[in-house]
């Protein structure tokens, strides 16, 4: 009895400590960016030695999948499934913004960081090819259907993280006024 109690705690000490390296990663990520965040940082920052995260985390990878995942599990991106059926092409361009630029702004700080060190970092980058291109894909495609070339173009710039932070962070705008424009920039012709 005793030994399976002693394993049961073992895992369940192990898993605790885990967890708390992948927040460490986040947390990270979120205020220097991935590519300024080392592993003796993430270390550092859960309260572990190297050689544990090492035992939880062979490589880079593996924590960035982890931290990555993390994120996507408190805070999931939004898939084009939940626009599909909505009828109109203006509501659904404003449910589709509206939750696009929300989510952008509840996760400002960590895409902020991402959307930068995607450019110079390949292991970001291949976490954003992975994880968010097929998503955002699913974006263009729902709510691109029936759009022209000038209309896409437009939808483009509307779900770019860069132009949520343009409206809103640097212009000041209110999400319902940002969804707004980009949804007359997108109709216009």
């Not at 592993?39 to 035992?55: N, P, W």
């Not at 974006?139 to 000038?150: D, P, R, S």
Request: hydrophobic share 40%; proline share 3%; aromatic share 6%.
């Amino acid at each position: 009895m005793t030994r399976s109690y002693t394993l049961k705690k073992r895992a369940e000490q192990q898993a605790e400590t885990r967890q708390r390296i992948v927040e460490a990663a986040v947390e990270l990520h979120s205020t220097i960016g991935p590519a300024a965040t080392t592993l003796s940082m993430i270390a550092e920052k859960a309260g572990v030695q190297r050689h544990t995260l090492y035992a939880h985390f062979p490589d880079e990878r593996s924590i960035f999948t982890a931290c990555s995942g993390l994120a996507h599990e408190r805070d999931p991106i939004p898939t084009a499934d939940a626009w599909r059926g909505t009828a109109g092409q203006v509501e659904r361009l404003t449910t589709a913004l509206g939750a696009i630029y929300g989510w952008y702004g509840r996760n400002a700080s960590l895409l902020s960081n991402v959307m930068r060190d995607v450019e110079r970092h390949p292991m970001v980058q291949e976490i954003q090819r992975t994880r968010a291109q097929p998503v955002v894909k699913g974006w263009h495609e729902v709510l691109g259907a029936k759009l022209n070339t000038k209309q896409r173009a437009m939808l483009h710039l509307a779900l770019s993280f860069h132009t949520w932070r343009a409206l809103v962070q640097e212009a000041g705008l209110e999400q319902a006024a940002a969804v707004d424009a980009m949804i007359a920039a997108i109709q216009a012709e």
